[in-house]
């Protein structure tokens, strides 16, 4: 199971940290990755990190902004978000696949892809 949190209310500029709470399996041999959906728009991968030595990869349009962690112990994995922009408004979600090759860019993977999922959570951020 996957349980994405922290999402909220931002001004353009500002920071919010998502985490996803994962169970059931054992994070550090998996694939996991950071999706989010806008209104009216198709689902989107935006970082990943492989499973094993957990290679980290972001989408051109949140590189140096937002940073992907995992804690192993916590079995969490958490995206942190700084300077936000209005176009980072949207369903932010988690999801693992236990397929996925670990030496490769999950990040090509499309978000259809993956096969587990968690409930998302809200990011707003004003301008």
């Known amino acids: 199971q996957l349980q994405a949190s922290g999402g909220g209310l931002a001004q353009a500029g500002g920071s919010l940290r998502l985490s996803c709470q994962t169970s059931?399996?054992?994070?550090?041999?998996?694939?996991i990755g950071w999706f989010r959906q806008a209104p009216g728009k198709e689902r989107e991968g935006v970082s990943c990190?492989?499973?094993?030595?957990?290679?980290?990869y972001y989408s051109d349009s949140v590189k140096g902004r937002f940073t992907i962690s995992r804690d192993n112990a916590k079995r969490t994995v958490y995206l942190q978000m700084n300077s936000l922009k209005p176009e980072d408004t949207a369903v932010y979600y988690c999801?693992?696949?236990?397929?996925?090759?670990?030496?490769?860019?999950?990040?090509?993977?499309?978000?259809?892809?993956?096969?587990?999922w968690g409930l998302g959570t809200q990011v707003t951020v004003s301008s």
């Open positions: 999801a693992t696949d236990f397929e996925i090759n670990s030496n490769m860019n999950c990040l090509q993977y499309s978000w259809s892809r993956w096969d587990y």
């Open positions: 990190m492989s499973g094993g030595i957990g290679s980290t």
């Open positions: 059931g399996f054992a994070l550090r041999n998996w694939a």
